[in-house]
């Protein structure tokens, strides 16, 4: 006797004989016992898996927590008491392996209402340099001090799958004012205008629904928009041209941020003449 599939359980058979006899309470009874099983079975499974995350988990949070104690070496100063700016003497700073990357006899001072721009051939340590600032970098020697808050810009851009504003906000409130003021300091108005939805049209993950240019402008938005004191720019003239370079240049580092202490790569030299410092990075 056979009695067909029923739910995810497989059929079961019924050996016919003359000594057994089929009644309907035998039947019905079997079927709910199986169906009964049914829930169990599953939760099981799905334990399994849960248990084996679980496992995969811990093992990567008991890495992350065995990992070395890193030590801030640079000086942060948050008060307000203080001008806010960088001032390093001497700093000499390693990115950890031995025999890798060095900088040394970095001395640089930045206060409000400057542009210290930083040049230097490709490799020079330039982004070291901004990274040393942030305290990524190992120092080894030197007295180093950051006071207020920094706001850094990387040399490349990221957008994260949102809409245009929430790339530019992110996750600050929203201020009609400042952030009308940091549009146009960027020049996105224009680039807004030819987008479907202007500064709500949703992005794609990295962005690949922009050009390169507005890509950074958006970067330059974001971090213009943070408010902070201490602005770290990372080359972000590179993807744009000649006229947009100049548009922003003005609107942003001049105006903008005329105020604030600036550290910015750049690679276009024509705008050096208008910065406050030039540090250049030599062997
Ligand atoms: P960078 O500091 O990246 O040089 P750069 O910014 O001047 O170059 P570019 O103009 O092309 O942007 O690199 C200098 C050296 O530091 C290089 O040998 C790689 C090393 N380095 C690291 O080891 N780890 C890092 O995280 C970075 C950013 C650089
Ligand atoms: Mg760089």
Redesign the pocket.
Known sequence: FHIPMIGTIPSFSYVYHEKFVLTLQEAFVTLDLFTRLQSPLLEFIIALLQSVEGIVSLGRINKFLQLEEKVQSNKIVRSKFFLPGISIESGHYS?G?KG??EISNVNMEVKPGEIHAVV??????????T?AILD?MDKISGQATVRGKVAYVP?SAWIFSASVRENILFGRPFEAKRYAAVLRASCMEKDLESFSEGDLTILSEGGSNLSGGQKQRISIARGAYADADVYVF??PLSALDAQVSNELFRKMMLEYLNRKAVVL?I?QLQFLKQCSVVSV?EG
């Open positions: 990115w392996t890798g990357f230097g051939s490709t490799g020079s340590g330039k982004t070291s340099l990274l990524q040399q990372d080359d790569v690679n990075l």
